[in-house]
């Protein structure tokens, strides 16, 4: 009988554990001229440093961010904010919110590590409606 209860405990549980839904999966990307420069390959949300070296005007800098549930429509909208330490904004990107990676040229890129030498990156989005998300902290990009 407690081999039967056991069973049909364990049986409940695993059914309940497919019934839920799970979290969205987001991770985000870091790529200069192609190849990526994320210290972490999962892209997590942290503290880390990207180290970017040898900045040629015509390089190319992606920061993408993916999630499993993009928003195709025109309504939904994606920023990047590009900071000081202190918070000061350098620069914001604007871009849709259907995994399309943001992209900074080397020519820009020189500019802004000319106003700072750490770039604090921040991503935002909203899908239809006024209201932005509470943006999320990537990490610093740092030139060496």
Known sequence: M???IISLALFFATLNSYAVKSDTIDYWQVKLNGKIINPNPGGTFDNSVYSI???????TLEIGYYTDSPCPSKECVSKLELKTKNGLILEIKNNSFDNTPFQISGKELKKLF????DIYVYFSGK??????????YLGILTKK
């Not at 000319?114 to 030498?117: E, G, P």
């Open 114 to 117: 000319l106003l700072n030498s």
């Open 127 to 136: 899908k239809g409606g006024d209201t932005w998300d509470t943006p999320r």
């Open 53 to 59: 070296t040898n900045i040629s005007d015509s390089a």
């Open 2 to 4: 407690k081999a039967l």
